[in-house]
């Protein structure tokens, strides 16, 4: 019979849960987010390339001119690299509170429910291999230390790695030098070539950016590569087109 611990599950439908709950607790509203200044960045040198190509095909059909465009640009870089850096921090103090939430729960179940955390334990270890002397052995010597088996039940039960959690700031810097250098090289290469630079130089960024976020994923890296491109290309396509369209009804300027 299962234990009220359990709310009514048995031992390997209740390591189900938490595992599902915990995979839940490690990514964001959007999406999973791998955490990290390295993934932060990543994410921020695409973001900014697309951003700048978007507005500077708003700002070209506006007849900015091109001195006007530049600056315009540099303004844009560099507010949304404290945009991007301060949202980075942002989401990985939430990220370290959740995870905070989880060690103080976990923690009040060994202090008050200790057998049955030896029964999930016995579960969690029973399908890796052990059994019989060895698993009781090895729970004893796991259950005998607290901040120990804090650490196991986190990891091996919520299925969270405590030592992949980075200080949020240090996130948040990842992201704001990030789009930071991105927007500098989009700038760059927009004096070196007005009319081609950006194209080439988003093209660059979003392709190595997403071979590098698929290669620390463990992904297919040409996939990666191929979708975020075309992801981008169909964004500022839509955008093209509909600028245009509102342009031929009189709607912008």
């Not at 359990?6 to 987010?33: D, N, R, T």
Request: proline share 2%.
């Amino acid at each position: 019979m299962a234990h009220e611990h359990f709310l009514g599950e048995e031992a390997v439908e209740h390591l189900a849960s938490v595992q599902a709950s915990g995979l839940i607790s490690s990514s964001e509203k959007h999406g999973y987010e791998p955490p990290g200044s390295f993934s932060a960045a990543l994410d921020a040198v695409k973001e900014i390339a697309i951003g700048i190509l978007l507005l500077n095909l708003f700002l070209s059909a506006c007849h900015f001119k091109q001195f006007e465009i530049f600056w315009l640009s540099l303004l844009f870089t560099f507010s949304w690299s404290l945009y991007k850096g301060a949202r980075s921090a942002w989401l990985g103090w939430s990220r370290l509170e959740r995870m905070h939430r989880l060690l103080v729960e976990e923690k009040y179940e060994i202090e008050h429910n200790r057998k049955q955390e030896r029964d999930e334990l016995a579960v969690i270890y029973r399908l890796k291999g052990f059994k019989d002397k060895l698993l009781e052995e090895v729970l004893d010597v796991l259950m005998a230390d607290e901040d120990r088996l804090l650490k196991i039940m986190v990891q091996e039960e919520m299925g969270l790695t405590l030592d992949k959690y980075e200080h949020p700031l240090k996130q948040g810097l990842g992201a704001f030098f990030g789009t930071l250098a991105s927007g500098i090289f989009m700038l760059i290469s927009y004096i070196i070539s007005p009319i081609f630079g950006h194209y080439f130089a988003a093209t660059l960024i979003i392709g190595f950016a997403s071979a590098l976020a698929a290669r620390l994923d463990g992904n297919r890296l040409v996939t990666a590569v191929i979708w975020n491109l075309a992801i981008s290309v169909l964004v500022f396509s839509t955008a093209y087109f509909l600028f245009s369209f509102f342009a031929l009804q009189g709607w912008v300027p």
